[in-house]
């Protein structure tokens, strides 16, 4: 999976994107979060308020309790601020 | 059928109605809508626009495409813009076109709309001290379900 960060997530996560082998147990966005979040204090201080956490599965937006596959590119940000 | 871009540059709003009218000689009215950055009291230096390449795109080209099958539309455009932006500097052009006001001031009024919940920008502004990361608003969310 190739997970990309945007805004405040990016820059508390620390990285701009990161490749990861999915492992079995995640099925849904919210797994995803899940596990990131437990890779670094980085990671589960960027994820923790979930209510401001948006993905986007394949550039498309997507629930937290969306599929996710092992090829799939995921973008996570906050509730977007354009126009 | 719309045309959508994101871009560092400028745009020209006379240039982009000129293109578009001389397309179509039915056209009767012509709406723009122009956001710029605000200068809030003085303090902004600049505003800086980050943005997702690829989906904005779709996105964009997504919405427009509603707003194609729900208005009778002659001509729709949309710019946005990226990057670092100074205050009074222009952000987006939504313009559209049809034969008569009621469906370009619709359809116009309905792509700020969800091109503000919906396309992936993020605004940061910088002032002397500080910069700091735009909120997003809860009323931009709530006026989706005027539509």
């Given at each position: 999976?190739?997970?990309?960060?945007?805004?405040?997530?990016?820059?508390?996560v620390g990285k701009?994107?990161e490749n990861?082998?999915?492992?079995?147990?995640?099925?849904?966005v919210?797994?995803?979060?899940?596990?990131?979040?437990?890779?670094?204090?980085?990671?589960?201080?960027?994820?923790?308020?979930?209510v401001?956490?948006?993905?986007?599965?394949?550039?498309?937006?997507?629930?937290?309790?969306?599929?996710?596959?092992?090829?799939?590119?995921?973008a996570?940000?906050?509730p977007?601020?354009?126009? | 059928?719309?045309?959508?871009?994101?871009?560092?540059?400028?745009?020209?709003?006379?240039?982009?109605?000129?293109?578009l009218?001389?397309?179509?000689?039915?056209?009767?009215?012509?709406v723009?809508?122009?956001?710029?950055?605000?200068?809030?009291?003085?303090?902004?230096?600049s505003?800086?626009?980050?943005?997702?390449?690829?989906?904005?795109?779709?996105?964009?080209?997504?919405?427009?495409?509603v707003?194609?099958?729900?208005?009778?539309?002659?001509?729709?455009?949309?710019?946005?813009?990226?990057?670092?932006?100074?205050?009074?500097?222009?952000?987006?052009?939504?313009?559209?076109?049809?034969?008569?006001?009621?469906?370009?001031?619709?359809?116009a009024d309905?792509?700020?709309?969800?091109?503000?919940?919906?396309?992936?920008?993020?605004?940061k502004?910088?002032?002397?001290?500080?910069e700091?990361?735009?909120?997003?608003?809860?009323?931009?969310e709530?006026?989706?379900?005027?539509?």
């Open positions: 999976m190739n997970i990309k960060y945007f805004s405040w997530i990016r820059e508390t701009s994107e990861l082998a999915k492992p079995e147990t995640i099925a849904s919210k797994d995803l979060l899940d596990h990131l979040s437990s890779l670094s204090e980085h990671h589960a201080t960027a994820l923790r308020e979930r401001f956490v948006k993905v986007a599965v394949n550039q498309v937006h997507a629930d937290h309790d969306a599929p996710i596959a092992e090829e799939d590119e995921i996570i940000f906050p977007v601020t354009g126009g | 059928m719309a045309t959508v871009s994101v871009q560092l540059e400028d745009f020209d709003i006379n240039g982009e109605i000129t293109s009218k001389d397309e179509n000689n039915d056209v009767g009215a012509i723009t809508f122009t956001g710029t950055v605000r200068d809030i009291g003085g303090t902004l230096q505003m800086t626009l980050e943005h997702y390449p690829g989906m904005t795109e779709k996105e964009l080209e997504r919405i427009a495409g707003a194609e099958e729900r208005w009778s539309l002659l001509g729709c455009r949309v710019i946005h813009r990226f990057g670092t932006l100074a205050p009074g500097d222009n952000i987006v052009l939504v313009l559209t076109l049809s034969e008569h006001r009621e469906a370009a001031f619709q359809a309905f792509l700020m709309d969800y091109l503000k919940s919906s396309a992936p920008f993020w605004k502004e910088q002032t002397a001290d500080s700091s990361w735009v909120q997003a608003k809860e009323k931009d709530s006026a989706l379900k005027r539509w």
